[in-house]
């Protein structure tokens, strides 16, 4: 669903508080908003990130409840509230088998791995970059078959295990991947223990992209890409049984759908 909203109405110096909002208000979906110079938003009680020319933006996780509460607060004090309407999703169920074992239920000799990893992942992982990268736009990093969709319920070997938190783009090993859209590199690793082949993208704002999977990792951290800068290309590498990149994207902790940011794949 995409919304476009002016909070407030038409009135005179409306904008000066009132954000202008552009995106989806649906489950795993990711909203722009524009407000003026020197506004505060929040977002269910939390600050949000403004840059300086007023851009910023909203998140929300697969399983967002149906209201959200947005507000803003003008430099004279005048504030605004807002109910938001978030749209329910439907999530398929995924069932994949043949996954080695040890990607199931880890042995207890890597759990120590496992725990460090998910420190330097969450480290490199900020929440308040004030870089507005994301305004180049984004396009798909990879060509192929869609093998994988955000937020099904999978199962591993039978076996329950989280929601699928990406779109996976099934392609031969050394497909080039692309870099989404601007950003910085935080992390870039070719070792992980379920990621493998892993790259963070900071867009900006709170927004990151994950790219998992990939059989060459071909930047470093703090590097600056640009959007369809070659980063990497695909793999089978970590959790994986076959070839494909795993894209995913978080908006601080929310988990988004990085389909709803991009144009259908041609003839996919």
């Not at 110096?13 to 909002?21: D, E, N, Q």
């Amino acid at each position: 669903m995409l919304a476009l909203l002016l909070l407030g109405g038409s009135r005179a110096g409306a904008l000066a508080a009132s954000p202008v909002l552009e995106g989806h208000l649906e489950q795993s979906g990711l909203v722009f908003g524009k407000t003026g110079p020197g506004v505060k938003i929040s977002l269910d009680g939390v600050s949000v990130p403004v840059g300086a020319d007023g851009s910023f933006l909203l998140g929300f996780d697969r399983d967002h409840g149906p209201n959200a509460r947005l507000s803003s607060v003008a430099p004279d004090g005048r504030t605004e509230n807002l109910t938001l309407s978030i749209a329910p999703r439907d999530w398929k169920i995924q069932r994949i088998e043949g996954v080695p074992p040890k990607y199931v239920t880890p042995p207890a000799d890597e759990l120590a791995r496992i725990q460090r990893e998910v420190t330097l992942k969450k480290a490199a992982r900020p929440i308040a970059t004030q870089s507005e990268y994301y305004e180049s736009g984004f396009i798909c990093p990879a060509t192929g078959r869609i093998s994988g969709v955000f937020g099904s319920q999978r199962f591993y070997n039978g076996e329950p295990r989280k929601p699928h938190y990406g779109v996976d783009i099934a392609a031969p090993v050394g497909t080039p991947v692309l870099a989404p859209a601007d950003g910085v590199v935080t992390l870039a690793r070719t070792d992980m223990y379920f990621e493998g082949g892993l790259i963070l993208i900071d867009h900006g704002q709170g927004l990151i992209s994950v790219m998992m999977h990939l059989s060459k990792v071909e930047v470093k951290p703090g590097q600056k890409v640009r959007k369809g800068e070659r980063i990497g290309a695909v793999g089978a590498t970590g959790r994986a049984t076959g070839p494909h990149l795993h894209w995913g994207m978080w908006w601080r902790d929310a988990h988004l759908d990085p389909v709803l940011l991009v144009s259908p794949m041609p003839g996919k």
